[in-house]
């Protein structure tokens, strides 16, 4: 069936480093992928996305990696910043293209 | 910018009772669905609409659920006798497109629903 799961709950970086969040996923037809900052008190915020057919995806401070071969793909966010402090969610979408299924979340945590 | 608007912030009600949560999407949006997430859990799909009708649901979104777009704008989550598992906080989303190749969702900043 469809799962996303996320490697470590936590993970606490310094300001200026850099951030890799993992996510694991288990359905080998999945074709697409978003990644989700969710702050305290407040919704889901879109982030970036990475179809199947591509194994790299860079935005603004951030790159998507996306390995088909082990099912994995990881967020970098490059320079932490204390604003980057959220929890991060992977979500793949369902067979239908309606659903998204999100994994557990890693929660960041930028110290300065 | 556009966004998701949710009304309330912050429903409490009784077990029993019924409740209807509330939501704007985003205006050229054609999409529009519900999430649930339960203090410290993850995300959960509830339910997706298009074009006034139910297009996928999940197995939380039973008999005590509805959802209905009464008008151009509003899109609506009805729980009609709710048990104290019902607490949560309550997303909705809406995208302009959907499809297994692109389907960025925007999300509303929530309602927290609290049973007693």
């Known amino acids: 069936g469809e799962s996303v799961g996320l490697h470590l709950p936590t993970l606490s970086v310094q300001e200026g480093d850099n951030s890799i969040i993992n996510c694991a996923y288990s359905?080998?037809?999945?074709?697409?992928f978003i990644w989700y900052k969710q702050e305290s008190g407040k919704g889901p915020q879109f982030i970036i996305d990475?179809?199947?057919?591509?194994d790299k995806r860079q935005g603004q401070r951030v790159t998507v990696l996306l390995n088909k071969t082990v099912k994995h793909l990881s967020l970098q966010i490059a320079a932490t910043q204390p604003g980057d402090s959220a929890v991060y969610f992977c979500?793949?979408?369902?067979?239908?293209?309606?659903?998204?299924?999100f994994g557990k979340g890693t929660s960041l945590l930028v110290t300065p | 910018e556009p966004e998701v608007t949710q009304t309330p912030s912050h429903q409490v009600t009784q077990m029993g009772q019924e409740v209807i949560l509330r939501c704007v999407p985003i205006?050229?949006?054609?999409?529009f669905y519900w999430y649930r997430q339960i203090l410290g859990q993850k995300v959960e799909f509830l339910v997706s609409f298009y074009n006034n009708e139910i297009s996928e649901k999940s197995e939380i979104f039973d008999d005590q659920f509805s959802v209905e777009r009464p008008d151009g704008s509003n899109f609506t989550l009805k729980i009609r006798s709710t048990k104290l598992e019902d607490s949560a906080m309550y997303f909705c989303a809406s995208s302009e497109v959907r499809g297994r190749a692109k389907n960025i969702q925007y999300f509303g900043a929530g309602t927290r629903l609290s049973v007693l």
């Open positions: 205006s050229n949006h054609l999409y």
């Open positions: 359905n080998s037809a999945s074709d697409y």
């Open positions: 990475i179809r199947s057919n591509m």
């Open positions: 979500a793949e979408i369902s067979n239908s293209g309606y659903a998204l299924n």
